[in-house]
């Protein structure tokens, strides 16, 4: 696929989630950057992935791990400079990788110098692009989000005695998108990075821009409006660049952000994440059956981001809270598993390193309708380590080879910003990218060639889906279909072997061709369809008439 | 193997699809098509409310109906089933139906639940009447709970009745089988109990199921198995018994034959485990606090000691041969009473009852006859009741159910004295 010949990319990626810090060390001062990054782009465009997502890399206190920006047009020099970003952007597009960066819109540091201004007295001229009250009732009621560190939604400011708001940590201040000037400010920052050439940005935080009395502070027509305004800039002024909303809802109420197609282009589906775990663990489908069936159609030129694991925790907010208890009894026994409203664990310990239901759950992100987003380290079964505080635990150094800091960096361990990962079943010794290139059997081995399957199949990204309802709900049945490109998706969520029959009635003679080996099956005829499987097992099976 | 017989394969394709369970609860059912939506609905909702994570299944086994009651079960839509402050359960709630003979039979619908619980290796598993019409989510729960939680493997039912509903159960089914078996479970023959996967696989696995007695009330056979075979037995309360819609009912000879035939059927099978013991021992007991007894309105008194008038009287030749002479010529007295004169003591009751077990156990006459010939005595056990209590409290009336069951263990070795000697 060309570069800039399509302006749906987004629709047909594979996105690879990585934070610079995390990835690879060039200069041998513990911490990863983006020269240590271009290195690596290699290794990315091997396993197949067609789009990075950065985390922030801005200048930073670092007090919410990049997400307390100071300043919106630069590089946090740790990982290098504008300039180095510029050449990982290009050695990425040489490479058909498209780049989508983080913009934090919602706020900023405390030690942003907007802040600093608006804080230094009340008649500063950037006193009113946050969001100050000499009270700290106003708004009351809204819920807190970081309910593990914060106590109220205002923190009080010593130096201009009076109140500010914040969605998330006291240290990141709300801007106010009620001013026209922070409006102009932060479109100016994001084609700062459009003229340097960024494919897409991520939107932290998108339900909280702005804020009305009286009501949950979310999801307001307000923000729509900024929304709506900043892309429809972008497509005049960018075309082909997209926009990433996370806000972290139910699919009706995340629905609004797709607009008619005027306002975000994708959208994280956060409720079916917890599902599919919860649907393996539970050895039902129901779980994801009924969020899929509360998830409204959106526009044509729109698509949903899915994912299993990303940097933050598990998020449990869209769940009821009996899922929740569920999830929590299931996969974080251990209170330390625990952060908030959600779980700080990566993939492969939430499966128990189990190589079939790693692969399982991958299978189902690859093969179900959405944009999936892979976390670095989760193509080689990487693990955590959930006493590191906050979300550390699965930000820790990628794990390249077995020897000196898993090849993540020359420097001193103790000099690393995070441990390695250590321990015998998950430590860099056991798991990492060099082993696991030796064996065709690896799970990166298999990762890469699943990835290859899906992207040689536009039915993955673009189709249709099809539910079939065998009887057994072990088995979660589907069929994804574009124009005449038809796929047939058989996933086993038991850990015991299932027989299932397919009503397959509206596929009669075509024959199934498993898509990894190509191996023909029976022609589907006039009974329901009869399939075996083993434990996790899942097909994928092309349908075709001949 | 047994349930390759029992069980057709347009069934086992659907146990192929539930697979493995935690929970079952079965609806035995035959021309239910008006009341069994709301069974399935109350089990619907407990799974919802008290369930939730579990892997759980509803059985629904018919006899052959006509009014395509296991349709209804099918055509449900589980969504409406909404339990407690909205809760959904978690895993899909699996409906299965299966028609286990053309014409109904309470051991055939049994032995195919038994089938299937120990095909899907359900850990515990109750069995609800669909004509029960105030069966809600909390019995549900009551009876699974105790085998699902805390490893009983037996689980029967405990109900508030009227003063004059289950009488039977209260003067005689109840009070004997407790002082033969030494467990004072008070509702052996009942249309709801539940019961563990272990024990099912156990009954299953007993070459019983052409007996009569265990075809007409298997719960009862099921119930003293447990018993004897040291199952652990416990009483869950589940709430007000209400009697059956008139015209529903069936006639009290044929429940006689059934329950009593049934009891003195266990005796016989069973008597290794009780000759050789005397007196009873409290089950534990689950539910909330409640009372066994209310009140409620007296049947045709009139009817009922006449009917025991003519009983004894056309019977008379039976009689003799089934009771001792002294009994045969007690019971004639009492029938010769004034009718506001009239009692039946425990005492007599008791031995009347012991001598007609072991009259039975030694088949002086056909046995079937035996039964029915005790038809016009229980007649006259219940107007004794009735006149007795016509003014008696709900702890009154209980505190001579206790005296009537301790008249039952006092004289249990007179039966056994009878049941050894030669016919």
């Not at chain 1, 934070?19 to 041998?28: E, K, L, P, Y």
């Not at chain 1, 430590?427 to 990835?451: C, F």
């Not at chain 2, 009488?167 to 249309?191: D, T």
Request: glycine share 6%; hydrophobic share 40%; net charge negative.
């Amino acid at each position: 696929m060309a570069l800039h010949d399509e302006n749906l990319w987004y629709k047909d990626a594979v996105v690879y989630q990585l934070h610079v810090r995390t990835f690879c060390d060039s200069d041998g001062n513990g911490i990863g950057d983006f020269r240590g990054l271009t290195n690596k782009l290699d290794y990315l465009q091997e396993l197949g992935i067609n789009a990075v997502w950065l985390l922030p890399f801005y200048p930073s206190p670092l007090r919410d791990d990049g997400y307390d920006i100071a300043d919106y047009t630069s590089v946090n020099p740790t990982y290098g400079s504008v300039e180095d970003f510029k050449t990982f952007l290009t050695a990425a597009h040489d490479r058909h990788i498209r780049v989508i960066i983080e913009m934090v819109m919602n706020h900023t540091s405390d030690q942003h110098p907007w802040f600093q201004e608006a804080r230094s007295s009340r008649d500063n001229p950037k006193r009113d692009w946050y969001v100050w009250s000499e009270t700290d009732t106003r708004y009351h009621g809204v819920r807190i989000i970081f309910l593990d560190t914060e106590m109220s939604n205002w923190a009080w400011d010593p130096i201009s005695k009076s109140y500010y708001w914040h969605r998330f940590f006291n240290h990141q201040p709300d801007l106010n998108f009620d001013n026209p000037a922070v409006r102009e400010a932060m479109w100016e920052v994001m084609k700062f990075w459009l003229d340097i050439g960024v494919d897409g940005f991520r939107l932290d935080a998108v339900p909280y821009l702005v804020e009305r009395d009286g009501t949950s502070c979310e999801n307001l027509p307000e923000t729509h409006a900024v929304i709506r305004d900043l892309r429809k800039r972008l497509d005049v002024a960018y075309p082909g660049k997209m926009l990433l909303a996370e806000a972290n809802q139910w699919p009706a109420d995340v629905r609004a952000y797709f607009g008619d197609g005027d306002e975000f282009h994708m959208a994280f589906h956060f409720p079916l994440m917890p599902r599919m775990f919860m649907a393996v663990k539970l050895e039902d489908r129901k779980p994801i059956i009924e969020i899929l069936g509360q998830t409204p159609q959106i526009p044509d030129n729109c698509q949903w981001c899915i994912f299993l694991r990303n940097h933050d925790e598990l998020t449990l907010e869209m769940v009821t809270d009996v899922e929740r208890d569920y999830m929590y009894d299931s996969f974080a026994n251990d209170k330390a598993m625990r952060i908030n409203l959600g779980i700080r664990r990566r993939l492969a310990p939430m499966m128990e390193n189990d190589r079939r239901r790693i692969e399982l759950l991958n299978g189902l992100l690859l093969s179900m309708p959405g944009t999936p987003i892979i976390y670095y380290g989760d193509e080689i079964g990487m693990g955590d380590n959930v006493y590191l505080g906050d979300r550390n635990g699965v930000r820790t150094p990628m794990q390249w080879n077995g020897g000196w800091n898993a090849g993540f960096s020359s420097a001193d361990p103790e000099r690393l910003y995070s441990p390695l990962i250590s321990n015998p079943v998950y430590g860099y010794q056991a798991i990492n990218v060099d082993s696991q290139r030796r064996s065709e059997h690896s799970l990166l081995s298999w990762t890469k060639s699943v990835i290859q399957t899906r992207n040689s199949f536009r039915v993955f990204s673009r189709g249709s889906i099809e539910f079939l309802n065998p009887t057994n709900h072990r088995v979660l049945a589907y069929v994804r279909q574009l124009g005449e490109e038809k796929v047939l998706v058989v996933n086993n969520l038991s850990s015991s072997a299932q027989a299932v029959e397919l009503n397959l009635q509206s596929y009669k003679g075509h024959i199934p061709i498993e898509m990894f080996g190509r191996n023909l099956f029976p022609r589907i005829g006039d009974l329901p369809y009869l399939l075996t499987l083993g434990p996790y097992q899942f097909y994928w099976f092309r349908l075709r008439r001949i | 193997m047994v349930e390759d017989i029992l069980l057709g394969d347009e069934f086992l394709r659907q146990l192929m699809s539930v697979g493995e369970v935690d929970l079952l609860v079965a609806i035995p059912s035959y021309n239910n098509a008006g009341t069994i939506g709301q069974t399935v609905q109350a089990i619907e909702e407990s799974y919802q409310q008290n369930f939730i994570r579990d892997r759980v299944v509803i059985l629904n086994v018919d006899g052959g109906s006509t009014d395509h009651t296991p349709d209804v079960v099918s055509a449900m839509d589980g969504r409406k089933a909404v339990g407690y402050r909205g809760l959904t359960s978690l895993r899909t709630v699996h409906r299965v139906t299966t028609q286990y003979a053309k014409s109904p039979s309470q051991g055939m619908a049994l032995r195919t639940i038994l089938a299937t619980a120990d095909l899907l290796r359900a850990r515990s598993c109750a069995i609800v009447s669909p004509t029960t019409t105030n069966l809600d989510a909390s019995w549900i729960a009551n009876l699974l709970r105790p085998a699902y939680r805390q490893n009983f493997e037996f689980v029967a039912p405990l109900y508030t009745r009227d003063r004059y509903h289950g009488l039977l159960a209260r003067n005689l089914l109840y009070p004997m089988n407790r002082a033969v078996f030494g467990q004072r479970i008070r509702e052996v023959f009942s249309e709801e109990w539940g019961f563990s996967g272990r024990l099912a696989s156990e009954c299953l696995s007993q070459n019983v199921w052409n007996d009569e007695a265990v075809r007409a009330r298997p719960e009862a056979w099921m119930a003293v198995t447990a018993i004897c075979s040291d199952f652990k037995c416990c009483q869950s309360f589940l709430g007000p018994k209400v009697p059956p819609a008139s015209g529903s009912a069936l006639d009290i000879v044929e429940v006689i034959r059934q329950t009593v035939g049934s009891l003195f059927r266990c005796l016989e099978t069973h008597q290794e485990h009780w000759l050789n013991r005397s007196g009873s021992q409290p089950v534990p007991t689950f539910g909330p606090d409640h009372e066994l007894t209310s009140d409620g309105k007296p049947a045709n008194q009139e009817k009922v000691f006449g009917l025991f008038r003519t009983g004894v009287t056309e019977l008379d030749p039976i009689l003799g041969s089934i009771l001792t002479p002294d009994t045969h010529a007690r019971i004639k007295d009492i029938a010769a009473l004034d009718q506001e004169k009239f009692r039946f003591s425990h005492e007599l009751w008791v031995k009347t009852l012991y001598e007609f077990a072991a009259s039975y156990h030694h088949a002086v006459i056909n046995r079937d006859h035996v039964i029915q010939a005790l038809v016009p005595l229980y007649r006259g056990s219940m107007y004794s009741f009735f006149l007795e209590h016509a003014n008696s409290s709900p702890e009154e009336i209980e505190a001579d159910s206790e005296s009537l069951c301790l008249e039952f263990e006092r004289q249990k070795s007179y039966l056994v004295d009878r049941w050894k000697a030669k016919g």
